[in-house]
């Protein structure tokens, strides 16, 4: 017993409980099982279903909705109470038709009828009620529905989307959307936990994954969800080689037993007829399928060629932040010690650069400060530029629980009413590009309203002075003046975070992906420090949710120009000389070229060589006309791919890969933990992995890399990189998840980092003075909209993947948003053609009027390349690091008059 622990007495045996707790938790603890078809751990209790009827001091109750009160003598496993629970499920079952008790319906209904002895023709029923099948994913049978309501709140508790209802009187009452419409077009986001919690099959998933029992969720392979960063461990069922369905593990580390429409559902690209199964070969102007030899041959030749001919520096690479850190450490590896350049970048330049740079410059280390799960335990979420509920849906689902649930407060920044916008008790709409101005602003306010924490300032701070005297040029009015967001707004939002208790900041690309991302990140960073609020019991940090699946682990494994793994710099001889112990050659010590640099060098004539692993420059770089000559400058271009991508359409040779449920590593996710990607399904065609494609290429270059197998390669990148040295995959096999630093097999792993000291070189959080500059682009009266890129809920990055299954009827185009007033300026319809015009290029896309942009602005995604829309991104980026200015372009629009 703990203390607030309560006695009762079930059956006469005494036990322990936290008071208040469900009757139903008192007799599970007791070692009754009840049945409980409207219940569910991770939901509020119903007590719709009486099937778990017991007696409790004298009456009969149902379970799930009594709470215990001390002393309490509760009767549970008598006869009598079995025949009136049995009784129960037999009147439930009677009410529906016979499939629902066959063996093709393996549900929790079915099972508990067959261990109460209830025979299927207790299902006598005749039903008629209908089906709605209009959704790609999730089948709704009205016949099966018991109204039990587990659907309906587990959309509204966990998921937090609210898309479902129950509707009708009496023995008619069943599941619907809440538009009253068919499920497609509902609010749905295709989560899946409707399906996961339905105890009698009238939701299911459509297709293979119905009808799935526990023996085949025994048989599944235990994995991590390639899609974004959360790093979802999942479940993944197969027959015959096939994925028949992915399921949410419970004891998954972050999602906890949650998934979204990608992870979940978005496995069709899989068995697409347009996977590459084959090595590609430009001859006489068209890539022709040749045999693996020869196409690793021509990578060979072509790549000592252009050492020969211009020198290492001549060569670049792009690896994949989708692809496993194994991968990503064996191209870093190969660049440097076969080829000889530091020319190697990943898409975290396109992306979270200005975090990494950002952070280690204020506390230390490239990387988010806490847990997620501490964040979550935070008073006061600060959210800024990031568009959870969308973007990392278990993560938004997590944070709208404990806003709506945990009664944490909630501050969102953001110009657009995003999802967590309508929950929030402050939402900051500022103009996009002025995110430094909004963060002086608010810790101008801190300051002066004596919010700080002096103590923690004094003793593990530097740079205060300096600060406050920036900070005089902050006011509210000012700020409200550049930033659009009124000053009584900024003064609510400051006091919430500067009187929390323990406040976390989460933010995403809204912060980075600008002319000053990297000044973002540091003066967001300042307000963390302000409060004291990093490194201490006080707060929980500053938390960039990072984007790819393991676009922290690229990083960590060193596949970065200016860093070795772990993060060594190449210019220090010390970090270089650890390298070169463990890889018995030299490692180049001048920097390498950046993404945009190495496109500048293609376009000038000096890169003669590039290979690109897993990403669709053509499609998700900026100025992707720019991108497209570059790649045409370039005598050399190789890329391994899943599809004939947009830049794979440019390559001279395209190498057929293997993706994430077919391969063998670890990925690092947001918050830093390492977990393992197991292959579930065998590769199709003649794919192979990027691991093997890297050694096979070394190979015919006569050089042998090491590393046999991807377990080998984090073993040895733990040598190279000594925050690492703890990780392996026989650990993860055992452990799950292990985050970074680990520096030896027997440390737990940091989750919660600078407990004592800051990373820095002083060991101090460095404030930053960096004043407000304006973005790279302005409106004007030719191009009088600004434009902000981002993401859509049901689409990934270039779509390549999303766009080959059934996400594709959820969300079939890329749109502009625009506000209705733009609408009526512009005369544009909703879903009128549009054509939008930059500076740069020109996009076609289709419009949706409504009001979570704010007038004059406007909002479109990149998921379909044909739309164009990074034609009309500049090359404007962050100063620091060159991360393109995604989120700011000046744009005009026009209705296509061709309709
Ligand atoms: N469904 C889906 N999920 C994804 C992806 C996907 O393509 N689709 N991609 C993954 C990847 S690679 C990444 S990096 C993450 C990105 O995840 P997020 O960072 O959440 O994504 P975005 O939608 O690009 O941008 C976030 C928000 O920044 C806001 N914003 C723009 N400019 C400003 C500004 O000046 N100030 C402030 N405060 N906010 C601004 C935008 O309105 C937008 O809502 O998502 C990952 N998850
Ligand atoms: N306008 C605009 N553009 C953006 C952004 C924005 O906000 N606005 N965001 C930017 C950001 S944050 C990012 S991260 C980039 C993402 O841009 P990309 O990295 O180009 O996008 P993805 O679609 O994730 O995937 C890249 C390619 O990798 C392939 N692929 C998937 N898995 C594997 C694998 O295991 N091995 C190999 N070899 N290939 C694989 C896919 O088929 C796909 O073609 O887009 C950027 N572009
Ligand atoms: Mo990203």
């Known amino acids: 017993m703990t203390g607030g622990d309560i006695e009762v007495e079930v059956d006469g045996r005494s036990v322990a409980v936290p ?3 469900p009757l139903l938790t008192a007799v599970r603890v007791a070692g009754v099982e009840l049945p409980a078809l409207c219940s569910d751990d991770r939901l509020s209790p119903a007590g719709s279903c009486r099937t778990c009827l017991v007696r409790a001091d004298g009456a009969v109750v149902a379970a799930c909705v009594t709470p215990a009160v001390s002393g309490m003598r509760i009767e549970a496993a008598a006869d009598y109470l079995w025949h009136l629970r049995r009784d129960t499920v037999e009147l439930i079952a009677g009410a529906l038709p016979p499939r629902a008790l066959t063996a093709e319906n393996p549900g929790e209904l079915a099972e508990l009828c067959r261990s109460l002895g209830i025979g299927p023709d207790a299902a006598q029923a005749g039903g008629g009620r209908g089906v709605d099948h209009s959704h790609p994913y999730v ?22 989307t609210f898309a479902l209802t129950l509707t009708g009187r009496g023995a008619d009452t069943v599941v619907a959307p809440g538009n009253g419409g068919p499920w497609a077009q509902s609010d749905c986001v295709s989560c899946g936990g409707c399906v996961d919690t339905c105890p009698t099959g009238a939701l299911t998933e459509a297709g293979r994954g119905r009808g799935l029992t526990s023996g085949h969720r025994r048989a599944a392979t235990r994995t991590t969800c390639g899609y974004c960063g959360v790093g979802c461990a999942l479940d993944v069922v197969t027959s015959d080689g096939e994925v028949t369905a992915v399921l949410p593990a419970r004891d998954g580390p972050v999602n906890q037993g949650h998934a979204c429409v990608k992870g979940r559902f978005a496995h069709g690209y899989l068995t697409s007829p347009e996977r590459l199964a084959q090595p590609l070969l430009r001859r006489d102007g068209r890539l022709e399928p040749v045999p ?17 001919g211009g020198g290492a520096d001549c060569v670049a690479a792009i690896s ?20 000889g350049t530091n020319n190697i970048d990943n898409c975290s330049r396109l992306c979270h650069s200005p975090s990494a740079a950002g952070l280690t410059a204020s506390l230390g280390l490239s990387g988010g400060t806490d847990s997620f799960d501490d964040v979550e335990q935070s008073d006061c979420l600060l959210v800024v530029g990031a568009n959870p509920v969308e973007a990392h849906p278990v993560v938004g689902a997590r944070l709208l629980r404990r806003v709506l649930h945990g009664g944490a407060g909630l501050i969102v920044a953001d110009p657009r009413a995003v999802g967590l916008a309508l929950h929030a008790d402050a939402h900051l709409r500022p103009r996009p590009g002025t995110n430094v101005a909004l963060f002086h602003g608010l810790a101008h306010i801190l300051l002066a309203e004596g919010l700080a924490d002096e103590d923690f300032l004094r003793e593990r701070a530097t740079g205060l002075p300096e600060l406050t005297a920036l900070l005089e040029d902050y006011p509210p009015d000012r700020v409200s003046a550049i930033t659009g967001v009124p000053a009584e707004d900024l003064v609510a939002a400051a006091r919430l975070y500067g009187r929390a208790e323990r406040p976390a900041i989460v933010y995403g690309l809204g912060v980075t992906e600008h002319l000053h991302g990297t000044d973002g990140v540091r003066s967001l960073a300042n307000l963390a420090i302000l409060r004291g609020a990093v490194g201490t019991d006080r707060g929980y940090g500053i938390n960039p949710l990072r984007g790819q699946n393991n676009v ?43 993404i945009p640099d190495m496109f500048a060098a293609a376009r000038a004539g000096e890169l003669r060589a590039l290979w690109i692993i897993g990403e669709d420059v053509c499609a998700t770089d900026p100025d992707s006309d720019r991108v497209a000559e570059a790649l045409r400058a370039c005598p050399l271009v190789v890329c391994n791919e899943l599809f004939l991508s947009e830049t794979a359409r440019h390559c001279d040779v395209v190498l057929p890969a293997t993706s994430w449920l077919e391969k063998d590593g670890t990925f690092v996710n947001f918050d830093r933990r390492f977990q393992r990607v197991r292959p579930a399904v065998p590769a199709p065609g003649e794919t192979r992995s990027d691991f093997d494609i890297v050694r096979a290429v070394a190979a015919a270059m006569g050089t ?16 190279v990189a000594p925050m690492f040295a703890g990780l392996s995959h026989e650990r993860l096999d055992r452990e799950g998840a292990v985050p970074w630093p680990c520096p030896h097999p027997g440390h737990p792993g940091e989750s919660k980092l600078y407990a004592e000291r800051f990373a820095t070189p002083d060991g101090l959080a460095h404030l930053t003075t960096a004043p407000y500059l304006p973005p790279g682009e302005q409106p004007d009266a030719d191009f009088p909209l600004l434009l902000v890129t981002g993401r859509r809920w049901a689409h990934y990055n270039s779509g390549s993947m999303t766009r080959r299954g059934g996400n594709l009827a959820l969300d079939p185009v890329d749109h502009l948003d625009l506000h209705p007033d733009d609408a009526a300026r512009y005369a544009v319809r909703n879903g009128a053609r ?12 289709i419009a949706r009027v409504g009001e979570q942009t704010s007038p004059g ?26 991360c393109p200015e995604y989120k700011v372009t000046a744009v005009r629009i026009e209705v296509d008059p061709r309709g």
């Open 19 to 21: 008071e208040g707790v």
């Open 704 to 719: 042998d890399l090491g590393c046999p197998t991807p377990a080998h390669a984090l073993s040895e990148c733990g040598r």
């Open 552 to 594: 922290q682990g690229a990083s960590d494994m060193g596949a970065l120009p200016d860093l070795l793994p772990g993060y060594g710099k190449v210019t220090d001889p010390g970090a270089r000389s650890r390298a070169e112990a463990v890889w018995g050659g030299r490692v180049p010590d001048r920097p390498g070229l950046r």
């Open 834 to 845: 549009l054509i939008v015009e930059s500076r740069h290029g020109r996009a076609r896309l």
């Open 292 to 308: 693996w030899e020869e196409a690793i041959g021509q990578v060979a030749r072509g790549l000592r060629a252009a050492v020969t």
């Open 857 to 882: 602005q406007v909002f479109s995604s990149f998921h379909f390349p044909a739309s164009g829309v990074n034609r009309l991104t500049s090359d404007h980026a962050d100063t620091v690091t060159s």
């Open 139 to 160: 089948h709704l049978d009205r016949d099966l529905c018991i109204a039990c309501g587990r659907c309906v709140r587990m959309c509204a508790e966990v998921q937090g």
């Open 320 to 339: 994949s932040a989708r692809a496993t850190n194994e991968e990503n450490y064996l191209v870093q590896k190969f660049m440097r010690t076969v080829v």
